[in-house]
C-alpha cells in the first residue's frame, strides 16, 4: 500500500519588529539558503549559493509588497535549471500585530516532485527541519536591527 506524499509545510513566528523591517528581509530572493544581495523583483531568477548544499536557483514569482511575496525554487536539486516538476512554491505572508508582526511560511508542490517517493518524502524532511530552524534565525536577525 503506498502512502500519500505530505504537499506542504506551514510554520509561523510572531516577530517582535515592524512589518517594514520584515519585509525588508523576506525581500532577498533565497535568503533561507545564504545571502544573495539581491532584491526581489517579479519574474527575476537569483542564485542562492550553500557552502555545504550547493548553489539553488531561486524565482521570484509574486509579490504584494509588504503583505506576500513567493518564490519558487529547487531544494532538492542543487545546482539545476528551474523547471516544472522540480520546484516548490515557497509564500511568505506578513500581518502585522500589536507586539510586532507575524510571518507565515508555506511550502507546497512536494507531492508533484520528479523522481521517486523517496526523493519528494526526503526532500519533505529536509524542508521540514530546515524551515524551524530558518525561522528561528530569521526572527532573531530581525529583532536584533529592530
Sequence with gaps: MTT???DRIERDTLIAASQDRVWSLVTEPGFWVGPTGATAAPGQTTVAHHDEYGDFPVQVETIE????????????????DLREGITTLIEFTLTPEPDGTRLRVVES??????GTDDTRRGALKDNTEGWSQVLDA?????????
Design 4 to 6: 500519500a506524499i505530505q
Design 109 to 114: 508542490g512536494f507531492a508533484a516532485l520528479d
Design 65 to 80: 509588497p509588504k503583505r506576500y511575496i513567493s518564490y519558487r525554487w529547487a531544494s532538492a536539486y542543487s545546482g539545476e
Design 138 to 146: 530569521f526572527k532573531k536577525r530581525a529583532e536584533e536591527a529592530a
